[in-house]
């Protein structure tokens, strides 16, 4: 099955960090907003500064989890290639997912 518990997990973790890094982007908007009215307050700098920093933080998170999610999408898509593959030519060998089947993909197989 090709979304389990991991890639359904993967996938909240992406959708999650990507509402938050826009929510965050809107209060960056407020805190740009409030510091260009007053350029020389320390503490108004201070706070759109933290809040770049979140956002760019949600935004990484956003990419890590839809980058792991892509690859465990081609793994196992993979290793669906590799099953049939190995079925056409009457071989029964299964193939662990701990092999990286995309890995094994690229290899010639005849």
Do not use: N
């Not at 759109?48 to 890590?64: G, P």
């Amino acid at each position: 099955m090709l979304f389990d518990g991991t890639a359904e997990e993967l996938f909240e973790r992406y959708a999650y960090s990507s509402f938050q890094a826009l929510r965050v982007q809107r209060l960056e908007t407020e805190a740009q907003d409030r510091w260009l009215a007053d350029p020389d307050s320390q503490q108004r700098f201070l706070q759109m500064e933290r809040i770049i920093k979140l956002r760019a933080l949600f935004e990484r998170r956003a990419a890590k989890a839809l980058k792991q999610l892509q690859d465990l999408q081609f793994h196992r898509l993979a290793g669906v290639e590799i099953q049939t593959k190995l079925e056409d030519a009457k071989v029964s060998i299964p193939v662990s997912s701990a092999l990286h089947p995309g890995k094994l993909r690229t290899k010639q197989m005849s």
